[in-house]
Every structure is written in C-alpha cells, then in structure tokens.
C-alpha cells in the first residue's frame, strides 16, 4: 500500500549499503535510470514553478499504481529538512539538481529505498534502481515495472519515431542509463587505469567519478555507464553495459594478483597501515578516510585481512561524509568536529561492528 507524507527520514542504510550483492569484490553497486517526461508540460528546464507543482501533485496522485505490495513514501522537498535533503545524495538516491530545487521538487521511495523516483529534476520523472553488487538484470526489471506501473496513469511524452522525449538529446529513446559502480584500486596502483578508462571512453561507455558527472573519483571508485540511449533497446544496452563490467572485473582482478605477485610484503605493509590508522587515529578527513577504506577492502577482498573486515565499506562510503555523519551524530558540526567524529564512527564500526 502507498502512503503519501513527509515525515522525517529514519532509515541509515539502503539496500546497496549492506552489501552481499554479486561480484561485490569489484562492483559495489548497479543502478538502472530511466528519464520519463509528462506529455502535457513543460520539461522541467522552461517550466513554471506552478508547472512544476501541477506536476509534483500529478505524480503524487499516481502512487496508487505502483506495484502492489510495495510501501512508498512520496517526499514533497520543500518539506524536508536540508540535511536530509543532502544525506539523499550522499546514498546515491537523489542529484544534486534536483535538492537545489526543494520549492517545487519531491523524491519517492520504497521501504529498502531501492527504488527512488526524483521529481523535476532534469525531467520531470526519474526513476531509480539501486541494487548491491553487480546485478543489472534485477535493477532492470524492477525499474520496467515502475515505469509501466506509473505509466499506467501518467501519459509520458512519446514520439513514434524518437521515442521517448527528454531534456537532455542524449536521453531521447529509451531514456535508459545503466551504471555500476566499481571499486578499482588494482588498475589505480598498477597505472592502468587512465589508458583503459579513455578505451572505454572511445567504445561509448562513460566513466565518471563517484557522484557521476562532474564528480572525481575517490576512493578508488568509478561509476561506468552506456553513453547513448537512442538506437537499441533497453535490453541490447544493459547486454552491452554488462559486457563492459565483466572486462572491467577481469582486468581489475588480473591487476589485484600482479599487485600481490609483485611485492607481496609492500602491499601488505599498505594494508595494515591502513588497518592500523582506521582503528587508532583520532581524526581523519573524509578523502583519507575513503583512501584507507579502499585498502582496507581490497586487502579483505584479496584475503590479506579476515573478509568480515571489508563488509563495512559500502556503507561508510556513505556514513563518513558530511550530511550523513551529521545525521548519525544529530547534530550540527564544524570541519573539526567532523573529522573527530568521522575517525570515532569508522574505529568503532571496524572494532565494534557498531
């Protein structure tokens, strides 16, 4: 049953913060975006704010079609708090576009917070699927069925020879873009990963940093998806995207085994200073933080440290920055204050399992 509110945010983790999702020692994360515009308005870049509205209140409405079973929140965003706004793009489930525009802007989202759908963000509709590890095929389906499901009452803005109209030209089509996120130290350590990076660049995927575009990538972390949306169908591109994640999975673990066949001892040494400072140090920025982190889970990943180890990093990519921190914490921090609560949430989470 859909219920329709804005009551405050209560959930820590999504799903794909847990973990536990396939071929999790590469790909953290797979998401699959579909760009839907309502065929009667504006596109959100020449509307009215009272456009906007009129549209927020359509989609409002049409919760009710959503996929039986499933418990959604429909989040007007002008009625929810600023840091709440920013801990949603911190956990990957909103822009930074569509927080900008909290006066006529809302997000939906399901119980896990797998699904989210932004409203007025570059189009009016776009939907989400975020699922742990590398699963395209899941993220897939569940975004079909969401969109057929808010299709239903909603009359997208279709072309028969086009498709579907969007803001952007590179989402006109199919408005498909499948992403993973890929945790890729072995290619960074070894220099491998600029010239691959630009190969996949040239063969029509885009590569980007963490947060997407614009975003660099830290952590060791890269978001890769398909550039063009217009041509094939959703299925043909996911087949495509999928393609692409498992060279970038071979590649990233041929590179983890030259790390450990090189100097054993040296990568070792890196991984429990890493270990070493994540538990001791008593402050610590959210770049070095996510520096050590990726250590600490390529060292778990390649079994250099017990394995348990390394399930803490999908979700202290996200606890440790600044909106989510303050969340944990509940309270308002300074630069300072951060970095001293940012270094006593990861020792303890790593200690502690807390």
């Known amino acids: 049953m859909s219920r329709h509110s804005a009551a405050p945010f209560n959930k820590t983790l999504s799903r794909w913060m847990t973990g536990g999702g396939p071929c999790e020692d590469v790909v953290v994360s797979t998401r699959v975006r579909l760009a839907r515009n309502l065929a009667q308005y504006p596109f959100p870049p020449s509307a009215r704010r009272e456009d906007a509205l009129a549209v927020r209140g359509a989609v409002q409405r049409s919760l009710d079609d959503l996929p039986d079973g499933g418990d959604y929140e429909f989040y007007p965003l002008d009625r929810v708090e600023e840091i709440d706004r920013w801990v949603l793009v911190e956990k990957h489930l909103a822009s930074p576009q569509l927080v900008g525009r909290a006066d006529c802007t809302a997000i939906i989202l399901?119980?896990?917070?797998?699904?989210?759908?932004?409203?007025?963000?570059?189009?009016?509709?776009?939907?989400?699927?975020?699922?742990?590890?590398?699963?395209?095929?899941?993220?897939?389906?569940?975004?079909?069925?969401?969109?057929?499901?808010?299709?239903?009452?909603?009359?997208?803005?279709?072309?028969?020879?086009?498709?579907?109209?969007?803001?952007?030209?590179s989402n006109v089509g199919t408005g498909f873009r499948g992403s993973v996120m890929a945790h890729l130290p072995g290619l960074v350590h070894t220099g491998q990963i600029e010239p691959l990076m630009s190969g996949l660049n040239k063969a029509g995927a885009l590569v980007r940093g963490v947060f997407g575009e614009g975003s660099k990538a830290e952590g060791n972390l890269f978001q890769v998806s398909n550039r063009i949306s217009l041509g094939s169908s959703e299925d043909e591109m996911a087949a495509n995207l999928a393609g692409v994640a498992r060279e970038l999975m071979s590649r990233e673990r041929s590179a983890r085994e030259a790390l450990l066949?090189?100097?054993?001892?040296?990568?070792?040494?890196?991984?429990?200073?890493?270990?070493?400072?994540?538990?001791?140090?008593?402050?610590?920025?959210?770049?070095?933080?996510?520096?050590?982190?990726?250590?600490?889970?390529?060292?778990?990943?390649?079994?250099?440290?017990?394995?348990?180890?390394?399930?803490?990093?999908?979700?202290?990519?996200?606890?440790?920055r600044r909106a989510s921190l303050q969340r944990v914490v509940g309270e308002r921090l300074d630069t300072n204050q951060r970095d001293i609560r940012r270094a006593t949430l990861v020792r303890n989470r790593l200690l502690n399992d807390g």
């Open 261 to 320: 066949n090189g100097n054993r001892y040296e990568l070792e040494d890196r991984v429990y200073r890493a270990y070493g400072l994540l538990t001791n140090a008593r402050k610590m920025s959210s770049e070095e933080a996510l520096d050590l982190l990726s250590m600490l889970r390529l060292g778990s990943d390649i079994n250099i440290l017990p394995g348990g180890l390394g399930d803490a990093f999908p979700e202290l990519l996200v606890r440790i």
């Open 110 to 169: 399901d119980a896990e917070e797998s699904i989210s759908v932004m409203v007025n963000e570059e189009d009016h509709l776009r939907i989400q699927c975020l699922v742990p590890g590398f699963d395209l095929e899941s993220a897939w389906s569940l975004a079909d069925t969401v969109d057929d499901s808010l299709g239903a009452g909603l009359e997208y803005a279709f072309d028969e020879d086009f498709g579907y109209l969007t803001a952007c030209p």
